[in-house]
């Protein structure tokens, strides 16, 4: 714990509610540019900033990415393709291991369920949302601002074909953002190298530095069959780093809750944390004795495991972060400096009220129903694409009954183009691992709410979840995209006349998960919007604009500098070159060396730089996401954080965060000589 109380130190002393140092990710409309001035001695302006953000890409599933040519080609991770390059594969050619490239454009391949969206314009819509909230409170609160919100995104995009519009949360409810999308639906793969070329070092050196790793990949946009002419994109540029040089990273981080208060800070520490580590320690037990031994498990399960493995190792970051006693003595005196500034304003106290007590009110209630929410509901189904495929049909199919502004949010007019994508393209379903998910999550559903609770009983019948499992997968034909599709467009008449077993497992058993979510809304989420919101004007009032919401995957822009740091007395260079491959090889896994890179070591320059580290603020959603120099050109994408950033969902430290990031010459290096690809380079440096 000593080395977890220095890291929470550090970024203690970072975390008052005005940001610090290079602390912040901000919004587009908000840029801090006299802070950057300040700090950098100049700063990006407006046109730096629209061309920047014209050029930055949200993918679903989570990552970012950037267009790097005037054909729509995209820049960002291997591992943010992997589960395209796993769809795309077969027990013949396994694109995950093998890496992909497509020699000329004929070959690149649809990537399932893949849609790039690029911010158009953002607007305040503030004022119109919280007047439709107006005085409300729990589940009258909720369905009027989820009202407000159906009805600004369905009246601001109406060519859903080639927008989307999302109404975004900030502040906890203290700003309501519109983002308008060019949304892009027919996104391509081009380029990823070896799985173990760009995870080298696996789960180990995962959240480390320094790190051995070319971690990137390119993707295309097309629209009507053809690459799309980009107007703006950035300009590629291979150059290695510089010690102290500013950088920019711009992306979509996921979540954070540097905001959160006490009481939900405590929720997260002694309740979801823990049972979340618990449920990813024996996922990631199931999915490693199931692979072990057997090739083709190995191949169509890697992907998952990569997921589990990276979750349970940035959950524990955070978990021993918020149990560091340091961390948490700074973090309440933060929130009781806030409490002491409000409290010398009379005024504002008045109107600010105690947002704490109703906050730890609405945790209260929310731990008197955590473990049926998160088993019936949350965790529903624990991986299993069949089971969302199912439970969404069902949902969509009964939402869309209701007018736009009655219905859940995520089936809103809306979100409905991307949801019925993600259920009707054609992507590969693997049996066995279907059945372990949905076998784990019954089982610890039943573990969980006993044997005896009537919603286990629902679930189960007579049945063991392992038979449960097994006769749902063997017998549901949704696996089938054009059956998916005919459901879908079928409506609430399709799927009552469905006889599909998992569809008819859903339509008995969802109607508890429905109710356990609508009690989310009306007695966590809308007593805990209130709250925030009025917690944000207080901010507002003490710190004025100088303040930066929590990540909500919405675009983002961080300024940071190329720099290493120094902990317990060992001082850590900036960046790796390549050389670093073929001195930390063992020969076994995770330090082996894949095959290409391994033949290429003649022509490879060990002195080139692979990975490079610097102080921008970044988070989970980040990976992908370009780094930026002053001038405007890329030099990297962010691929990773340093072990000692996990605590930077709570908190940001100037001294020991660093983003990791792989940097455009490393790419360059593998397309000249490890994975030749003379057209993708030539593209590259296209004038």
């Keep these: 714990m000593n080395s977890l109380r220095l890291i929470a130190l550090f970024a203690a002393i970072f975390l008052a509610c005005s940001a610090q140092a290079d602390e912040g990710m901000w919004t587009f409309d908000a840029f801090p540019t006299a802070k950057v001035k300040q700090v950098y001695g100049s700063a990006p302006d407006q046109a730096w900033l629209d061309h920047v953000r014209a050029s930055a890409v949200r993918l679903t599933g989570g990552c970012s990415a950037s267009v790097v040519s005037k054909d729509g080609l995209v820049f960002t991770n291997n591992h943010c393709v992997q589960a395209c390059s796993q769809a795309l594969s077969t027990d013949q050619n396994d694109y995950v291991k093998n890496g992909f490239l497509a020699t000329d454009r004929s070959q690149e391949r649809k990537c399932p369920g893949q849609q790039a969206e690029i911010v158009t314009s953002i607007t305040d819509v503030t004022e119109r949302v919280q007047t439709a909230i107006g005085s409300k409170t729990g589940e009258a609160l909720v369905k009027a601002r989820d009202a407000a919100i159906a009805d600004i995104e369905s009246q601001s995009c109406t060519d859903q074909a080639i927008e989307r519009c999302q109404v975004v949360t900030l502040f906890g409810g203290g700003q309501y953002k519109l983002y308008r999308y060019r949304k892009y639906s027919d996104v391509r793969l081009v380029y990823a190298p ?143 400096e806030l409490r002491v500034k409000i409290s010398a304003d009379p005024a504002l106290k008045v109107k600010i009220g105690d947002p704490w007590a109703e906050i730890e009110t609405a945790v209260q209630a929310y731990r008197s129903f955590y473990g049926s929410y998160t088993w019936l509901e949350r965790r529903a189904g624990t991986g299993s694409e069949l089971f969302d495929y199912a439970r969404a049909l069902v949902r969509a199919a009964q939402e869309r009954t209701k007018p736009d502004a009655e219905r859940l949010p ?91 077993p998992l569809i008819q497992f859903v339509l008995k058993t969802d109607p508890e998960a429905r109710a356990l979510k609508e009690r989310y809304r009306a007695e966590y989420d809308g007593p805990v919007t209130a709250a925030q919101s009025r917690l944000a004007q207080a901010r507002f009032a003490i710190y004025g604009n100088d303040i930066y919401p929590d990540a909500t995957f919405t675009l983002r822009i961080s300024y940071g500098a190329v720099k290493g740091w120094t902990y317990q007395g060992t001082t850590i260079a900036p960046a790796t070159v390549f050389g670093g491959y073929f001195e930390r090889a063992t020969g076994a896994q995770p330090f082996n060396l894949p095959p290409k890179l391994a033949a290429a070591e003649g022509k490879i320059d060990k002195s080139r730089v692979l990975d490079f580290v610097t102080t921008n603020d970044i988070t989970g959603g980040n990976s992908g996401s370009p780094v930026i120099a002053a001038d405007g050109s890329v030099i990297g994408a962010a691929f990773d954080g340093n072990i000692h950033s996990l605590g930077g969902a709570f908190g940001f430290d100037p001294v020991l965060n660093r983003t990791v990031v792989v940097s455009t010459g490393a790419i360059e290096e593998a397309l000249t000589n490890i994975y030749p690809a003379p057209a993708l380079l030539k593209e590259l440096h296209a004038k």
């Design 194 to 336: 070896e799985y173990q070329a760009a995870f080298f070092g696996g789960d180990p050196d995962n959240f480390n530095f320094p790190r051995y790793a070319i971690d990137g990949a390119f993707l295309r946009l097309y629209e009507n069959n053809k690459p799309i002419t980009a107007k703006d994109h950035l300009t590629w540029n291979p150059r290695p780093p510089k010690t102290g040089e500013v950088t920019y990273v711009v992306g979509n981080p996921g979540s954070t809750e540097r905001l959160y208060t006490q009481a939900q800070l405590g929720f997260l520490r002694d309740v979801a944390l823990p049972r979340t580590e618990l449920l990813l320690s024996e996922w990631r037990g199931r999915l490693i004795g199931s692979m072990e031994g057997d090739a083709e498990k190995t191949r169509t399960g890697a992907d998952q495991l990569f997921g589990v493995e990276n979750s349970f190792k940035a959950r524990y970051g955070q978990w021993q972060a918020l149990l560091d006693p340091d961390f948490a003595d700074k973090l309440a005196a933060n929130e009781k």
């Design 410 to 500: 995520e089936y809103t007019e809306s979100r409905l183009p991307l949801l019925k994508k993600q259920i009707t393209d054609e992507r590969p379903i693997y049996p066995w691992l279907e059945e372990m998910d949905l076998a784990m999550w019954l089982s610890k559903t039943r573990e969980h709410l006993t044997v005896d609770a009537p919603q286990v009983k629902r679930l189960l019948g007579k049945e063991s979840p392992e038979e449960l499992a097994n006769r749902l997968v063997a017998g549901t034909k949704l696996a089938d995209a054009a059956i998916r599709k005919a459901l879908f467009e079928g409506g609430m008449t399709a799927i009552q006349a469905s006889t599909d």
